[in-house]
């Protein structure tokens, strides 16, 4: 189950984004449990609801005619171009982001 901040993410990037810019972790929340991640061999994601909230995120942005872009790792952030991406979102970890600073 998705914590109310999780919940309130999910909105705000699929109904009238605000944000420009999204970076985190936690995409198993964001993804059907039928599918796999990406990055972790024996990683499954965890929505029950079968939607994949990135995939939405995704259409919506097309819709605008926004230039978006998703990413989950670091090569594909460093291949981002600021000047031509009207919107990013990155999740770079299947559960909790792990950082330090």
Excluded: H
């Excluded at 109310?4 to 699929?14: A, N």
Aim: hydrophobic share 35%.
């Amino acid at each position: 189950m998705a914590s109310p901040e999780q919940l309130f993410l999910i909105r705000s990037l699929t109904s009238r984004c605000i944000l420009q810019v999204t970076l985190g972790g936690g995409r198993k929340y964001f993804q059907p449990n039928t599918t796999m991640d990406p990055e972790y061999v024996n990683g499954t994601n965890n929505r029950q609801d079968g939607q994949d909230m990135i995939d939405m995120w995704k259409k919506q942005q097309k819709a605008k005619k926004l230039r978006a872009e998703y990413v989950w790792n670091k090569q594909q952030f460093d291949a981002v171009d600021p000047v031509t991406t009207d919107r990013l979102w990155g999740k770079f970890e299947n559960k909790k982001y792990l950082f330090y600073f």
